[in-house]
């Protein structure tokens, strides 16, 4: 599968701006591009102002991601600001190119800022099906927690959007790798860069590592986008030869 990581700066709290901006670096994309990751929040920022920029799932923007992976035939991926039954969600979004739509909420909402406070968590994993590939789709503060993140799914691709700040961006690297190796999976992270709108400072280091924890696309800190090819078989030949996962403990989570 050919995909595409988008590592750009975000216009705080214009989902057209930043729509418009993104629909610029697609447009250059290789036509045989298949899968398409933007950050989290990535028609916003990582904003704690909801009613700003809050849309529905028949808004501007998520209109947008299915014309976007119709015309482009290639799945497209990200966050953004959902509001739903009187509530705000940090929801990810995953659109195939037919227009499909399945999304997962953000179940560990980021407390140091207050998004719990602001935010709806979600409950629910999200593992898609998409070329014959299982997909497991997380959010940024998701990382820190492993025992969500395991691969009882038997998951091939882990996947975190993200609005991960300089000052931590240690942790980040290296949760990422330790997400690899630990899930026997591929993993992507995708960060944003730049500055937000309360002056925090972003440096990317998106990244896609190999089950075994080797960068395929190294953490970099440019606006950039990062195309690779990750290879199936390469999944299934890494867990025959180790069957760690054989080993894991089993557990329930509530």
Same mark, same amino acid.
């Given at each position: 599968m050919k995909i595409a990581l988008i590592q750009s700066a975000l216009v705080w709290e214009q989902p057209e701006a930043n729509r418009n901006q993104f629909d610029e670096k697609i447009s250059n994309l290789p036509l045989d591009i298949e899968l398409i990751v933007l950050p989290e929040m990535f028609s916003s920022g990582f904003t704690m102002n909801p009613k700003n920029v809050a849309e529905t799932m028949t808004g501007d923007t998520v209109q947008w991601m299915q014309k976007t992976a119709k015309f482009h035939n290639s799945a497209l991926? *990200?966050?953004?600001? +959902?509001?739903? $039954? *009187?509530?705000? &969600?940090? =929801?990810?979004?995953?659109?195939? %190119?037919? *227009?499909?739509?399945?999304? &997962?909420d953000k179940r560990h909402l980021f407390t140091l800022a207050g998004e719990e406070k602001i935010y709806t968590a979600g409950k629910q994993k999200l593992t898609v099906n998409y070329l014959g590939w299982k997909i497991c789709l997380l959010v940024c503060y998701d990382l820190r927690f492993p025992v969500f993140s395991r691969n009882v799914e038997n998951y091939d691709l882990l996947i975190y959007v993200a609005n991960w700040p300089e000052t931590r961006i240690l942790a980040w690297d290296s949760l990422? =790798?330790?997400? /690899?190796?630990?899930?026997?999976? &591929?993993?992507? @992270?995708? $960060? =944003?860069? *730049?500055?937000? @709108? $309360?002056?925090? %400072?972003? $440096? @990317?280091?998106?990244?896609? +590592?190999? %089950?075994? @924890?080797? &960068?395929?696309?190294? %953490?970099?800190?440019?606006? /950039?986008?990062?195309?690779?090819? +990750?290879d199936l078989e390469l999944v299934q030949n890494t867990r025959k030869k180790f069957n760690f996962l054989n080993d894991a403990d089993t557990f329930e989570i509530y």
């Amino acid at each position: 599968m050919k995909i595409a990581l988008i590592q750009s700066a975000l216009v705080w709290e214009q989902p057209e701006a930043n729509r418009n901006q993104f629909d610029e670096k697609i447009s250059n994309l290789p036509l045989d591009i298949e899968l398409i990751v933007l950050p989290e929040m990535f028609s916003s920022g990582f904003t704690m102002n909801p009613k700003n920029v809050a849309e529905t799932m028949t808004g501007d923007t998520v209109q947008w991601m299915q014309k976007t992976a119709k015309f482009h035939n290639s799945a497209l991926t *990200g966050s953004l600001v +959902i509001t739903e $039954n *009187g509530n705000f &969600y940090n =929801r990810l979004v995953f659109v195939f %190119p037919s *227009g499909e739509i399945q999304f &997962y909420d953000k179940r560990h909402l980021f407390t140091l800022a207050g998004e719990e406070k602001i935010y709806t968590a979600g409950k629910q994993k999200l593992t898609v099906n998409y070329l014959g590939w299982k997909i497991c789709l997380l959010v940024c503060y998701d990382l820190r927690f492993p025992v969500f993140s395991r691969n009882v799914e038997n998951y091939d691709l882990l996947i975190y959007v993200a609005n991960w700040p300089e000052t931590r961006i240690l942790a980040w690297d290296s949760l990422l =790798r330790a997400r /690899a190796i630990e899930n026997l999976s &591929y993993t992507i @992270g995708v $960060n =944003r860069i *730049g500055e937000d @709108g $309360n002056k925090l %400072p972003y $440096n @990317g280091h998106s990244q896609l +590592i190999t %089950p075994l @924890g080797q &960068y395929l696309v190294e %953490p970099q800190e440019t606006e /950039a986008v990062f195309i690779v090819e +990750i290879d199936l078989e390469l999944v299934q030949n890494t867990r025959k030869k180790f069957n760690f996962l054989n080993d894991a403990d089993t557990f329930e989570i509530y």
